[in-house]
């Protein structure tokens, strides 16, 4: 049946306020799990060098800004890289393949975060998958004056987890006891 007449409702739009804080973080525990981040991205011509390689900058945009998305969700607030500790470039990467970047909370400190970072190439045509990169990063979050703030505790009951959550935290004393002995 056709109606003959259209009714329309207003719809009263109200302006969203967003806060740089999203939630009262520090108050709960996560899973890594919790806050995993995928990034996909198809590799074109103008992102590879004359060799045919994809640029290794290319690349580490990419996971920046994976590794940004699964420390915001961890910590429920903007967050920010404070340091790339480590990047392993294992095999190429060429145009016309789908880059996929796996981002999870490896460990956090008190306002601090590390994540790794998972690179791995597909050729869509074949179906052939390789890793190609691993990195490790280190972000803060921060608030809303810019200023870290604490983040969400790392649930690690998951004995997987918990591997990860001792190497980050042994990677953390191992860097600043460095960082003590040049400074000394
Ligand atoms: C991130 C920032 C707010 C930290 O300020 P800060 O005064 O150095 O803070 P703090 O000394 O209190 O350190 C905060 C945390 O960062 C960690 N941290 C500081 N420098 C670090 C480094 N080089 N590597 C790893 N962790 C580091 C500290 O160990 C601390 O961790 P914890 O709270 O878990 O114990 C400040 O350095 C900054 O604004 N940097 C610029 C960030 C940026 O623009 N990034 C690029 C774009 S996103």
Not at 16 to 42: C, G, H, I, T, W
Not at 158 to 164: C, F, G, I, L, T
């Amino acid at each position: 049946m056709v109606p003959t007449t259209l009714r329309c409702r207003r719809i009263e739009v109200k302006p969203r306020v967003y806060s740089l804080a999203m939630n009262d973080a520090a108050q709960k525990s996560k899973k890594p799990a919790d806050s995993v981040a995928v990034m996909s991205e198809l590799m074109m011509p103008h992102q590879v060098n004359n060799l045919g390689h994809v640029f290794g900058g290319e690349v580490l945009s990419m996971v920046d800004r994976a590794a940004a998305v699964s420390a915001m969700r961890h910590a429920g607030r903007a967050s920010v890289t404070v340091s790339i500790d480590r990047v392993e470039f294992v095999e190429p990467i060429y145009t016309g393949e789908l880059v996929t970047c796996t981002a999870r909370v490896n460990f956090v400190g008190r306002t601090s975060m590390e994540i790794g970072v998972i690179v791995d190439a597909e050729n869509l045509l074949t179906g052939e998958k390789r890793h190609t990169n691993t990195c490790l990063l280190t972000f803060v979050a921060i608030d809303e004056n810019h200023r870290p703030c604490p983040v969400a505790r790392l649930d690690v009951s998951d004995p997987e987890d918990a591997r990860r959550f001792r190497e980050g935290k042994r990677r953390r004393e191992v860097r600043e006891a460095l960082d003590r002995e040049l400074q000394a």
